[in-house]
């Protein structure tokens, strides 16, 4: 079975700082994994996917996460925060052997600090 | 622009009202699935269909039903509405992967805020 656990659900940063969000993930298969991001009143977007071949897979708006094997781990990062990123972000995982059903993290608010 | 199309963005409806929410989609894809999302619950899996006709049982299907007569569309429907039933409802829609793996995942809808009075 697949699960996604979030860490944080809400991490603050300063506008120009750091942005790290943490995903781990479990899958008994290789899985695809992918982080969405949610505006207010909006519906889900993605914001990028790991499916096969490179780990470090880059987004729209300068987020990228890195598919860490060992670690189960897709943490999604961008270097300079920007007041535009505060938003809903999920992570999200399915098995590759049957990439169908996608389970969703519960999420983790992202505010930016003037 | 492809497009997952929710028919409402807000709706008020009475509690024992039956319900529909609407959500059709161009990009001829064979999935599509309801969500519900709640503060501090996530998105959690009402319905979902592989194919026209067909439906699944998703992780919270009670005092829901859903119909898919066309592959393009997929309704939500609330047999008798509930208070507990408000809530954000998200629709969505994939394509089978098979081998275009990077076409592969969910395109959703703005979303339906539902509110039961």
Known sequence: AQSVTQLGSHVSVSEGALVLLRCNYSSSVPPYLFWYVQYPNQGLQLLLKYTTGATLVKGINGFEAEFKKSETSFHLTKPSAHMSDAAEYFCAVTPYSSASKIIFGSGTRLSIRP | ?117
């Not at chain 2, 059709?24 to 996530?42: A, C, I, K, S, T």
């Not at chain 2, 026209?52 to 119909?67: A, L, N, Q, T, W």
């Open chain 2, 1 to 117: 622009d492809v497009k997952v199309t929710q028919s409402s963005r807000y709706l008020v409806k009475r509690t024992g009202e039956k319900v529909f929410l609407e959500c059709v989609q161009d990009m001829d894809h064979e999935n599509m699935f309801w969500y519900r999302q709640d503060p501090g619950l996530g998105l959690r899996l009402i319905y979902f269909s592989y194919d026209v006709k067909m439906k699944e049982k998703g992780d919270i299907p009670e005092g829901y039903s859903v119909s898919r007569e066309k592959k393009e569309r997929f309704s939500l429907i609330l047999e008798s509405a509930s208070t507990n039933q408000t809530s954000m409802y998200l629709c969505a829609s994939s394509p089978i992967p098979g081998r275009r793996l990077f076409n592969y995942g969910y395109t959703f809808g703005s979303g339906t805020r539902l509110t039961v009075v």
